[in-house]
T-cell receptor, first 113, second 114 residues
Framework: GENVEQHPSTLSVQEGDSAVIKCTYS??????FPWYKQELGKGPQLIID?????GEKKDQRIAVTLNKTAKHFSLHITETQPEDSAVYFC????????????FGGGTRLMVKP | DSGVTQTPKHLITATGQRVTLRCSPR?????VYWYQQSLDQGLQFLIQ???????AKGNILERFSAQQFPDLHSELNLSSLELGDSALYFC?????????????FGSGTRLTVV
């Protein structure tokens, strides 16, 4: 089955700096890569996703890049703000019916004011 | 509000007991997924239902079972509870069978076994 590894497990940045979280996956058939943000006491919330036919996707201060050959994808957050502090999860899935998302271990991002 | 409703929000019970966690998916979604999140750990997939039928199984213990009812709500039953079962249990829903149509998570049920 799919295995997703995520680094770093914790990341501390100064407000205004950029943050980068990296994930690798094992199943070359995976073609959907979402990122989730989990705030304290809440469920994970989808913030951006990318499909395998696209190399990069941007949404305001958030961008995701995908390298299919190397089987890794990354989340980039620019101009970080204290409200970006949360746990971020990457995930991967194939388009098989009945398939589930396999999540990385999570990254705790702390943005210091 | 994500549209996925989980009840109860908190549950405290003793070892050996049985509990039922409930999930109502977002309106129109046919798939329900259950995940377990232990302290400082990631999200472990338990089981998926689509339109009332079991579709995929993850690392779900034999003491755990689930079902999806005709109105599409789902219940996760945990029995013979052990201290190690203490965790956050999340339900997520999606419109179709495949995971690549996007998941919407509920706010979770925090289970504490004492």
């Amino acid at each position: 089955g799919e295995n997703v590894e995520q680094h770093p497990s914790t990341l501390s940045v100064q407000e205004g700096d950029s943050a980068v979280i990296k994930c690798t996956y094992s199943d070359s058939a995976s073609n959907y890569f979402p990122w989730y943000k989990q705030e304290l006491g809440k469920g994970p919330q989808l913030i951006i996703d990318i499909r395998s036919n696209v190399g990069e996707k941007k949404d305001q201060r958030i961008a995701v890049t995908l390298n299919k050959t190397a089987k890794h994808f990354s989340l980039h957050i620019t101009e970080t703000q204290p409200e970006d502090s949360a746990v971020y999860f990457c995930a991967a899935a194939t388009n098989n019916a009945g398939n589930m998302l396999t999540f990385g271990g999570g990254t705790r991002l702390m943005v210091k004011p | 509000d994500s549209g996925v409703t989980q009840t109860p929000k908190h549950l405290i019970t003793a070892t050996g007991q049985r509990v039922t966690l409930r999930c109502s998916p977002r309106s129109g979604d046919l798939s329900v997924y259950w995940y377990q999140q232990s302290l400082d750990q990631g999200l472990q997939f338990l089981i998926q239902y689509y339109n009332g039928e079991e579709r995929a199984k993850g690392n779900i213990l034999e003491r755990f079972s689930a079902q999806q009812f005709p109105d599409l709500h789902s219940e996760l039953n945990l029995s013979s509870l052990e201290l190690g079962d203490s965790a956050l249990y999340f339900c997520a829903s999606s419109p179709r069978q495949g995971a690549n149509y996007g998941y919407t998570f509920g706010s979770g049920t925090r289970l504490t076994v004492v």
